[in-house]
């Protein structure tokens, strides 16, 4: 498979919600690093991580596009609320060897009533 044909296995993966699903995409030892948060190492961190995450927010992801380069993708998406971000995957033999995404985390936090009260009782 092409990078290109992963991240869109990846992403049906992904819409399905399923967290063990979505780990079969990544190395044993892949890192996963979302810049608004620490990088997250290891296929089984990355899958608790996923599992986590979806289970504290409905999360579907539009493909807006997807490029390749070698053995580089690179995805752009939105949401249904109106989120957009963009991803970029290192695929070695049909597997993610690392991944970098950036989004806004604050809006996601926000569209999904997530965000913690700040110090003066209201949200951020």
Known sequence: ???????????????????????????????NHQVANEPV?????????????????DMTCIVENIFEDGDWAIL???????????????IIDGKIKFQRGYWDKLSFLRMHNLCPPDESGGNL
């Open 1 to 31: 498979m092409s990078p290109k044909q992963t991240i869109q296995k990846w992403v049906e993966a992904f819409n399905q919600g399923d967290a063990d699903q979505i780990a079969e995409f990544y190395h044993h030892d892949a890192i």
């Open 41 to 57: 190492e290891g296929k089984e961190a990355i899958r608790k991580m996923f599992a986590e995450e979806l289970a504290a927010a």
């Open 76 to 90: 752009e998406w939105k949401d249904p609320l109106g989120l957009r971000g963009c991803g970029f995957f290192q």
